[in-house]
């Protein structure tokens, strides 16, 4: 393609583990893209079944494949890939999902547009596990919708966040690792984002997300084992956040908050497990604790 916005190298991270089914389409999907000046980085995270070959059986592309022997989970996997990345900008896909041709090139631009942009996801166009379209699903979209204007403090008060799985980012964001404990990136990426600048949304379909599979699984199931699952995730994350604002100034009232948000959650959980009728310690904290988490308490516990 010829592009004004063709000179910047691009590093474009693919991760798998044991996603046989799908990683062909995904891998295809990276090398289909439009942008010319791409550093394609692919980090299996020790797959016991059949993505490594299918892998390999591409490897006479230009690209770094990282053979993980031992299963690192997806943080190790996902900082193991970004040490060696060299891009300017860096997007990021799971080996389940498949990036529209032009989803490079369109970032690259956006990113040369807006200075202040540290961060960037777009809209998806979901698809179920046989690789068909879901109708009226776009999580891209409802994820845009649930952040509108979103700074440090509606983040961490209301547990907004980007879409992983369409998100783009400055190098910058990407070097210090992330702590090992956290259950995904996205949401320590959006806070390093928004401390340094500005998160951006485009309003375009490019990345066909997969729902059903993965860390997607369970997106939509009620069930209170999920919410359990969801509230471990949610102390883990906020531990993540409290130690990238320890060494920052003036952000001990975002620390506060969180501390007690940790404490609501953690008290949250214990009801739920002793199946307790009380609760959480700070419900009536209307400062820190935000309505829905509150309801989401009410509606698993009493419902």
Not at 47 to 54: A, Q, R
Not at 99 to 124: A, E, G, M, Q, W
Not at 234 to 240: E, M, V
């Amino acid at each position: 393609m010829n592009s004004t916005y063709n000179n910047k190298l691009v590093s474009f991270v693919l991760i798998s583990y044991n996603q046989e089914k799908y990683i062909e389409d995904a891998l295809l999907s990276v090398l289909e893209q439009d942008y010319s000046n791409l550093e394609i980085i692919v980090s299996d995270d020790g797959s016991t079944d059949n993505t490594k070959n299918i892998i390999k059986r591409h490897h006479h592309n230009n690209f770094i494949f990282l053979d993980n022997q031992e299963n690192k989970g997806l943080i190790g996997n996902l900082n193991h890939a970004f040490s060696y990345i060299n891009g300017e900008y860096v997007v990021v896909m799971a080996g389940d999902d498949i990036s529209l041709p032009h989803r490079t090139s369109t970032i690259v631009k956006y990113f040369d547009n807006n200075p202040d942009i540290n961060c960037i996801y777009s809209n998806t166009l979901d698809i179920n596990p046989d690789s068909e379209e879901i109708p009226l699903s776009a999580y891209g979209f409802k994820y845009y919708i649930r952040n509108k204007n979103m700074n440090i403090h509606s983040h961490l008060l209301n547990d907004l966040g980007i879409l992983g799985c369409s998100a783009a980012f400055r190098k910058f964001l990407l070097e210090k690792p992330l702590p090992d404990f956290l259950p995904s990136e996205d949401k320590l990426l959006t806070l390093r984002a928004l401390i340094n600048g500005r998160i951006g949304f485009i309003n375009e379909k490019l990345v066909k997300y997969r729902l059903g599979t993965g860390i997607s699984n369970n997106l939509n199931k009620k069930e209170s084992s999920e919410y359990l699952k969801l509230l471990k995730g949610r102390i883990l994350t906020i531990d993540g956040y409290i130690s990238e604002l320890s060494n920052i100034n003036n952000m001990e009232k975002y620390i506060t908050l969180l501390k007690r948000q940790r404490k609501f959650l953690e008290s949250s959980l214990q009801i739920l497990q002793d199946k307790r009728y009380r609760l959480p310690d700070f419900y009536f904290d209307f400062k820190n604790i935000s309505f829905r988490d509150k309801l989401k308490f009410i509606y698993y516990r009493y419902f």
